[in-house]
């Protein structure tokens, strides 16, 4: 009795544990969808997708944006884009450096997969693979992160944008400038006014500042994109929507950082000050992590503009 107790509680553990993450398939326009990750830690239950990864169904296959980070996470991603066609994933498209953004890439390359980023996205994964595999190793496990084989576009797209004809759709990959982590990129499907932004753009979360992320170059990337004038932002974090909620959830904190911290430097205010001063912001309270991120990108910003200055 004891035995069979034991072995109920075992597998409702374990029914729990696997109804706890889900990745969300949602429908953005007729043939873009997004695929929509935790918004909180990379854990190894949500296979560190802590992010909005996307997809085109192209009529002559899948254009797969982003391919998660292990491939425990790859196949869930097929799994679910399954839901919606049985066109396989012929390419993967990377925007993006950081370790859920092309760290599966591997796993669909092996299935024959075409992987294609530009240039300068490709020497940021180089510079970062190293560190993330590590980090990747403390969230998903040893064995996990054992079978986490880095798989680089063969050949790097040397502009800054370039037109992509895939299956029946034209997309554009292009780089509006540095942003979150330095060649991030963004593929803008004009068609259907999608911009698949990865993290340039942070939906329901607060964005964070790391000091390789230069702000005021954010802020005019942002606005680069802005001007594409979108009608549905895939963002990087965060569930998907259009560009007044990218505007209220990352835009109008970049550029309210930057002015905010700018004005206080011009004051003479010392950084304790300037971060005391500033860690009201009301208008961005709604964002979740608010508490854990938004002095520190205060802390972040000031010593970027100081040392610009
Ligand atoms: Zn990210």
């Not at 107790?5 to 990745?23: G, K, N």
């Not at 884009?81 to 925007?95: C, D, K, L, S, Y």
């Not at 037109?163 to 330095?182: D, Q, T, W």
Request: proline share 5%; hydrophobic share 45%; aromatic share 8%.
């Amino acid at each position: 009795m004891i035995q069979r107790l034991a072995l109920f509680l075992f597998l409702a553990a374990q029914a729990c544990a696997a109804a706890a993450f889900e990745l969300l398939v949602e429908p953005v326009s007729e043939h873009a969808y997004a695929l929509a990750g935790d918004i909180g830690p990379r854990s190894a239950e949500n296979h560190a997708l802590n992010n909005t990864l996307g997809f085109l169904v192209t009529g002559q296959g899948v254009a797969l944006i982003g391919s998660g980070a292990s491939p425990g996470g790859a196949r869930l991603i097929q799994q679910q884009v399954a839901t919606v066609t049985e066109q396989p994933i012929r390419w993967v498209i990377n925007i993006g450096a950081q370790d859920h953004h092309w760290l599966g890439n591997d796993y669909f390359a092996r299935q024959g997969a075409e992987i294609l980023a530009l240039a300068s996205t490709v020497a940021t994964q180089k510079a970062h693979a190293k560190n993330h595999l590590k980090r990747l190793q403390e969230v998903l496990g040893a064995e996990a992160a054992a079978a986490v084989t880095p798989h680089y576009a063969p050949q790097p797209i040397p502009q800054d944008a370039a037109v992509l004809r895939l299956g029946e759709l034209e997309l554009r990959l292009m780089r509006p400038g540095n942003g979150h982590f330095p060649g991030d990129a963004v593929l803008w499907f004009e068609a259907e006014k999608a911009a698949f932004t990865g993290d340039f753009v942070f939906h329901d979360r607060m964005l964070g500042i790391h000091p390789f992320t230069p702000i005021v170059q954010w802020r005019n990337s942002f606005n680069a994109i802005a001007a594409l004038q979108p009608e549905h932002v895939i963002p990087g974090h965060g569930r998907p929507g259009d560009l007044a909620q990218a505007r209220r959830d990352t835009g109008d904190y970049l550029h309210w950082l930057v002015e905010s911290v700018g004005a206080a430097i011009e004051d003479w205010t010392d950084l304790a000050d300037t971060i005391d001063q500033l860690a009201e912001a009301p208008r961005f309270q709604h964002l979740q992590f608010y508490e854990q991120w938004h002095a520190r990108n205060i802390h972040q910003t000031y010593l970027q503009l100081e040392s610009a200055r």
